[in-house]
């Protein structure tokens, strides 16, 4: 009943390999105010916000299994299977 999977999806933009594990969770932790002082109006904006790409680089580079070095990806989480009750801790 409260029990969820979220993917995580990371793909290198130097040959495209996509990495992609599944992990299970009980609640999803969402920001209502992200990094760069955004500030989600609401859940849905929230969870936008959740889901929303990022990109790894500079210091936080991806090690490619394709490539076998250091690389610049993008990197997003996604609701694989959502849970029939959601729970949801807002951070502030």
């Known amino acids: 009943w409260f029990s969820g999977a979220l993917?995580?999806?990371i793909q290198c933009c130097h040959c495209?390999?996509?990495s992609n594990t599944q992990d299970p969770f009980l609640d999803l932790s969402l920001e209502l105010r992200a990094v760069g002082g955004r500030v989600a109006p609401d859940l849905d904006g929230a969870m936008t916000q959740f889901c929303q790409e990022e990109f790894l680089d500079g210091a936080n580079?991806?090690?490619c299994e394709a490539c076998?070095?250091?690389r610049r990806a993008r990197k997003q989480f996604l609701v694989e299977r959502p849970?029939?009750?959601l729970s949801v801790h807002l951070k502030r």
């Open 7 to 9: 993917r995580s999806q």
């Open 16 to 18: 495209g390999h996509e």
């Open 61 to 63: 580079k991806y090690k």
């Open 68 to 70: 076998g070095k250091l």
């Open 83 to 85: 849970p029939r009750h």
